[in-house]
C-alpha cells in the first residue's frame, strides 16, 4: 500500500545477504541500504574500531540525555575531547537533531551499556561507511531511505563534516570485518584435521 512504511525485519548479519539478486539485476536503494546495514546489524560493539565505537556510545548517550531532558553536549563532549574531536561535536549535534526531526520512521537506540548494534545504529554507521566508499550519490540514495527530503542536506552536511573530524584523527568509522569460517569447516575434516 502507498505511504505505509515498510516492515521491520533482519536477517542475522552473519548470514550471506546476497541471496535473491542473479547476474545483471539491479538492486534498489532499499535493498542496498539493508545490505549496508547488515554489516553492522546485530554485532557486538567491540567489534567496531574506535571511531565506530565512539559514535554508537555518543549515539546512545545523546538519546538517553534528551529524554531526561539534559543537554546531550554535556554527556558526549568530554569523549569527543578525550579523541580531539571537539571541532566535531556541533556536526554530530546537528546529525542527531536531523535524525530526530526528520526521520521517515521513529528510530532505536540502545542502552549506553548493550553489548550489540541495533537497527538505527547499524543504519548511521551504514550512513558513514557508504559516504566514503561511494561518495554524495550513494549517501543519497541511502538517506533517503531514512529521512524525508527536507532533512538530506543538513544530514549531509552533519555526517560528512563529522567524518572528516573523524578521519582527521584517523578514526572513520569502518566496516566490520567478517571471520572467515575455517576452511575445515567445509572440508567435512572438523576442527581436529
Given at each position: 500500500?502507498?505511504?505505509?512504511?515498510?516492515?521491520?525485519?533482519?536477517?542475522?548479519?552473519?548470514?550471506?545477504?546476497?541471496?535473491?539478486?542473479?547476474?545483471?539485476?539491479?538492486?534498489s536503494?532499499?535493498?542496498?541500504?539493508?545490505?549496508?546495514?547488515?554489516?553492522?546489524?546485530?554485532?557486538?560493539?567491540?567489534?567496531?574500531?574506535?571511531?565506530?565505537?565512539?559514535?554508537?556510545?555518543?549515539m546512545?548517550?545523546?538519546?538517553?540525555?534528551?529524554?531526561?531532558?539534559?543537554?546531550a553536549?554535556?554527556?558526549?563532549?568530554?569523549?569527543?575531547?578525550?579523541?580531539?574531536?571537539?571541532?566535531?561535536?556541533?556536526?554530530?549535534?546537528?546529525?542527531?537533531?536531523?535524525?530526530?526531526?526528520?526521520?521517515?520512521?521513529?528510530?532505536?537506540?540502545?542502552?549506553?551499556?548493550?553489548m550489540?548494534?541495533?537497527?538505527?545504529?547499524?543504519?548511521?554507521?551504514?550512513?558513514?561507511?557508504?559516504?566514503?566508499?561511494?561518495?554524495?550519490?550513494?549517501?543519497c540514495?541511502?538517506?533517503?531511505?531514512?529521512?524525508?527530503?527536507?532533512?538530506?542536506?543538513?544530514?549531509?552536511?552533519?555526517?560528512?563534516?563529522?567524518?572528516?573530524?573523524?578521519?582527521?584523527?584517523?578514526?572513520?568509522?569502518?566496516?566490520?570485518?567478517?571471520?572467515?569460517?575455517?576452511?575445515?569447516?567445509?572440508?567435512?575434516k572438523?576442527?581436529?584435521?
Amino acid at each position: 500500500m502507498p505511504g505505509r512504511p515498510a516492515p521491520h525485519w533482519r536477517v542475522p548479519s552473519h548470514y550471506d545477504t546476497s541471496w535473491g539478486t542473479s547476474q545483471g539485476q539491479v538492486l534498489s536503494a532499499e535493498q542496498v541500504g539493508k545490505r549496508r546495514m547488515y554489516d553492522f546489524l546485530d554485532r557486538p560493539v567491540g567489534a567496531l574500531n574506535v571511531g565506530g565505537r565512539l559514535l554508537v556510545w555518543s549515539m546512545r548517550q545523546w538519546v538517553k540525555s534528551s529524554l531526561a531532558g539534559r543537554c546531550a553536549c554535556t554527556k558526549v563532549g568530554p569523549a569527543f575531547h578525550h579523541w580531539g574531536l571537539l571541532a566535531g561535536l556541533p556536526h554530530f549535534q546537528l546529525m542527531m537533531v536531523t535524525l530526530a526531526r526528520g526521520a521517515r520512521e521513529k528510530m532505536t537506540f540502545c542502552d549506553p551499556m548493550c553489548m550489540n548494534i541495533d537497527e538505527s545504529e547499524a543504519l548511521i554507521l551504514g550512513l558513514f561507511c557508504t559516504l566514503r566508499e561511494q561518495g554524495e550519490e550513494g549517501f543519497c540514495k541511502i538517506a533517503t531511505l531514512i529521512v524525508h527530503d527536507t532533512a538530506l542536506v543538513p544530514l549531509h552536511l552533519a555526517v560528512t563534516a563529522l567524518g572528516r573530524a573523524l578521519d582527521g584523527r584517523e578514526i572513520y568509522p569502518e566496516r566490520p570485518h567478517i571471520d572467515a569460517a575455517p576452511s575445515s569447516m567445509w572440508d567435512g575434516k572438523g576442527a581436529s584435521g
